[in-house]
């Protein structure tokens, strides 16, 4: 046993080990700890990286995760935001927002100096916080590499047990406690002490960056060489941006290099031998560079006088006659990174007059100093208190220091599903989550945030058809699917080309598509109460339909509900029938394919074979027929029979020649995408399975009664052929669709009896 012991403690001694020279190894790799001088050479090396600004750093990350296609001309996303975070994991749509973000730090840079705070302003559940959150990790990411490295700095102060020799200036002692050279490394500094040999160590509160340790104008001399030998260009035509000429030490920074200076009359290489420079990495969680400052906090700065600090009782005698004060608060904390104002209109006024000059001026008026500050300062705030906000008479002051920025809910139910992707998996733990339940519960939501188009808006060619846009063909226009068939081909084409001026109607106005609605948090809510509705085994979409009749029922609760209906558009109830519908429609199809009556490719190869004789027909080309060998004119019966099937109204000639158009107009949007027929004319292949089906209903509707038989008493009177079928479509709707059985059964019976109800023939 004490073998076993010692082995055990062995193998712990030897992981600790292991562990030590790991985090020597990368400790020494990041260089944390250097003297001025090494520091020095990494600003020759990289001068724009080393010298950059808080807003500078914020646009440098977002341009080092870079960004990636979105496709489909709908143009592209930063990978930021991409990063999958512990919680929250990343965050879903908002490029327009994202992007708004982006030029405006583009905006400071360019002038040099952050003068506005960015108001992110939207409906509650809108992902405002989320998408500050996710810049903040991006900094604390790229802050752990080598192109990210952020340096601040430490004075240095030995010891007597580190000395030998008095040192001298040169007008005599001056209260080092006997300093020797010979306590400095090779560069002449005492950066690399040992901490025995360290009386006192006075780190920078403001995190200040080190170039401002090079005074002026050897500080923009040298920054202009620098800059120039990297850019080619001469030191003179270099520009440096404003805050590199200012005096950006803090007050005890600077009174401390002024008394080293005087003490050793004038030698700025022996004041900076004091310095040690350390590396940081921005943090959230520790407050290191990002900083949030939640909505009852009213004091944001605060100084306090050091008395009995021991790092200050140690400081040589020289610079007891400092008064130090240290500077504390989320203002300080944030300093060279990412301030954060939660819900910031919530505060009284009065607790954020303050920023007018802050924002404005990127300075703090301290008790005992005017501390200048660079940071980016972000705020959230809902449309309620904004609206509030803008009714004070000092709204005028603050609009011009803030820069609002809207971040309105998601329209589109693929993005909406994806804010759901980790719920849906926990709650798949212990319940089930049957197909189509969460899209057509994301389809309700964002149809619950459309807002019903204005036709006056567009041309008057377009006003009839715009006003035909209900909510649920909105949804589809939003994320490219087919409109038909409740749009003809050529309303179609004008919908789509009217697509984006669709989209941008609201963009700008206080009433903006996308404030109003379902908010996520309400849809995660009803998320988990499916998941513990005792009534079911498993979340199906009737489990959906369930609580949302449930949560409808109550106006007074959820804002959204209130407004009286416009259209077919702000009725939540009639929205829960329209996905009802859908799921009849969409189940019918399943089931219908899970029978195998006809192979699935035969009705594809179908609808491709009056594709290319439509083509033909109206290119007045030929068909090779590879069974003569020939060329073949157009197969007219083939064509007449499929227009039979699907009914087209009008003459032939005009149907095939906007078929040829559907064609060409799907290739200008697509570009680069291979050719789905079966997608491009879903409608027409729809039509074409239907036909088939109705022509086998009385099949159809003995495999229904059979699959509801299964398990039943009423299962003695079903033939074993027809068991087999059932059977046979159970397997089939669940190895191709993921239906268990017990959700094809319920889906089954909605089915039936919604199609009764609405007098649509199974």
């Not at 990368?26 to 003297?35: M, Y």
């Not at 992110?120 to 959150?133: D, F, R």
């Not at 805050?243 to 050793?264: D, M, T, V």
């Not at 944030?334 to 300075?363: C, H, I, M, Q």
Request: glycine share 4%.
């Amino acid at each position: 046993m004490l073998k076993g012991t010692g082995d055990m403690e062995l193998d712990a001694a030897q992981a600790i080990s292991e562990l030590s020279r790991q985090h020597r190894e990368h400790f020494q790799k990041q260089r944390i700890i250097l003297p001025f001088a090494e520091y020095l050479e990494l600003v020759r090396e990289n001068p724009l990286a080393l010298t950059r600004s808080a807003a500078a750093y914020m646009r440098d990350t977002f341009d080092h995760f870079g960004q990636r296609d979105l496709g489909k001309n709908q143009g592209s996303r930063f990978k930021l935001f991409d990063i999958n975070r512990e919680k929250t994991g990343p965050i879903v749509g908002g490029e327009p927002v994202q992007d708004e973000i982006y030029n405006v730090l583009q905006a400071f840079v360019r002038q040099g100096y952050v003068n506005k705070l960015i108001l992110l302003h939207g409906p509650n559940g809108s992902a405002k916080t989320s998408t500050i959150e996710a810049i903040a990790s991006g900094m604390q990411k790229y802050s752990e590499l080598p192109e990210g490295a952020v340096y601040s700095f430490n004075w240095i102060f030995p010891n007597d047990k580190a000395t030998q020799a008095p040192l001298k200036g040169d007008s005599g002692p001056i209260g080092f406690g006997a300093l020797s050279e010979k306590n400095a490394d090779i560069h002449g500094s005492y950066a690399l002490l040992d901490d025995t040999q360290i009386a006192s160590k006075i780190s920078s509160d403001f995190k200040d960056n080190p170039i401002y340790l090079i005074p002026m104008p050897e500080r923009e001399q040298w920054l202009r060489k620098w800059i120039a030998a990297h850019q080619g260009r001469r030191p003179e035509d270099v520009e440096l941006p404003p805050h590199i000429k200012q005096s950006g030490l803090s007050k005890r920074n600077q009174l401390i290099f002024e008394n080293l200076l005087n003490a050793y009359d004038g030698d700025v290489a022996k004041v900076l031998r004091h310095v040690q420079i350390e590396r940081f990495f921005y943090s959230r969680q520790y407050r290191v560079g990002i900083s949030t400052v939640e909505p009852q906090m009213a004091v944001d700065a605060v100084e306090k006088q050091l008395t009995m600090d021991r790092n200050i009782a140690n400081m040589p005698s020289l610079l007891h006659n400092i008064r130090y004060y240290e500077a504390q608060g989320e203002l300080i904390e944030a300093n060279r990174g990412l301030l954060e104002f939660s819900d910031l209109l919530k505060r009284p006024l009065e607790s954020f007059k303050y920023l007018l000059t802050t924002v404005e001026k990127s300075s703090i008026s301290l008790p005992s100093s005017t501390a200048n500050l660079d940071m980016v300062f972000l705020a959230t705030t809902n449309e309620k208190h904004l609206d509030t906000f803008k009714t004070i008479p000092d709204f005028s002051s603050f609009r011009g220091r803030f820069e609002l920025i809207t971040v309105p809910y998601l329209l589109r139910p693929s993005q909406e599903m994806q804010i759901y992707t980790r719920d849906v998996e926990a709650l798949s733990k212990t319940r089930p989550f049957a197909p189509h339940a969460l899209k057509l519960l994301c389809i309700w939501a964002v149809m619950t945030r459309y807002k019903q188009p204005d036709p006056e808006y567009y041309d008057s060619n377009y006003r009839s058809l715009v006003a035909k846009l209900d909510p649920r063909s909105k949804a589809r226009l939003y994320e490219d699917e087919p409109l038909r068939p409740v749009f003809k081909n050529a309303e179609e084409s004008q919908l789509r080309e009217l697509r984006t001026r669709i989209m941008n109607e609201s963009v700008g106005l206080v009433v903006y598509e996308g404030r109003f609605g379902a908010s996520p948090r309400e849809i995660k809510q009803l998320l988990q109460r499916s998941a513990q509705n005792a009534h079911h085994q498993t979340v199906t979409p009737m489990v959906i339909f369930e609580e949302l009749e449930r949560l409808t029922k109550d106006r007074t609760v959820y804002e959204f509900l209130q407004f009286e209906p416009r259209g077919k558009y702000h009725d939540a109830a009639q929205f829960i029938g329209v996905i009802k519908d859908e799921f009849a429609d969409i189940f019918e199809i399943e089931t219908l394919k899970a029978m195998s009556m006809v192979a699935e490719e035969e009705y594809e190869k179908l609808l491709s074979r009056y594709i290319e004789n439509v083509v033909a027909e109206v290119k007045r080309e030929k068909i090779y027929n590879t069974a003569s060998e020939q060329y073949e004119p157009a197969n007219q019966n083939l064509m007449q029979e499929i227009e039979k099937i699907i009914g087209i109204q009008g003459s032939s000639e005009r149907h095939r020649e906007g078929m040829l158009s559907r064609l060409a107009s799907w290739r200008l949007d697509h570009p680069r995408d291979e050719l789905d027929i079966s997608h491009v004319f879903q409608d027409i292949l729809a039509r074409i399975q239907e036909h088939y089906h109705a022509q086998h209903k009385n099949v159809v509707q003995v495999v229904y009664q059979a699959m509801l038989a299964l398990g039943t008493e009423d299962e003695r009177s079903v033939s074993d052929k027809d068991k087999e079928a059932a059977r046979e479509t159970y397997r089939e709707l669940d190895r191709r669709f993921g239906y268990d059985e017990i959700s094809a059964r319920e889906s089954l019976k909605f089915m039936l009896k919604h199609n009764k109800k609405r007098k649509k023939p199974s």
